[in-house]
Nanobody, 115 residues
């Protein structure tokens, strides 16, 4: 089993920045695709960004040029740097680890952007 522990959420004003972190409990981290997803109230969970084991990144159109995903394999940690935050970025953000056709999820961290 893989445990994912997220941190870094909080309340920020529009235009501000936050950095989310997610640390995995298993060494398969370096072989895994990592991702951040978010779910706003009344909406479905949606992809925010992913990063493969080789470092290839992918972003939702709504966050391109504002968010950056990165990983530190030595620390089993993936990051999401969020800049120029907007009220519509308010959601619970979930860390995801994908390996060998298995998905593992963190408990989620709340991000609230005030206008």
């Amino acid at each position: 089993q893989v445990q994912l522990v997220e941190s870094g959420g909080g309340l920020v004003q529009a235009g501000g920045s936050l950095r989310l972190s997610c640390t995995a409990s298993r060494i398969i981290f370096s072989l895994s695709t990592m991702g951040w997803y978010r779910q706003a109230p009344g909406k479905q969970r949606e992809l925010v960004a992913t990063i493969t084991s080789g470092g290839t990144t992918n972003y939702a159109d709504s966050v391109k040029d504002r968010f950056a995903i990165s990983r530190d394999n030595a620390k089993n940690t993936v990051y999401l740097q969020m800049n120029s935050l907007k009220p519509e970025d308010t959601a619970v953000y979930y860390c995801n680890l994908y390996y060998a056709s298995n998905n593992f999820w963190g408990q989620g961290t709340q991000v609230t952007v005030s206008s």
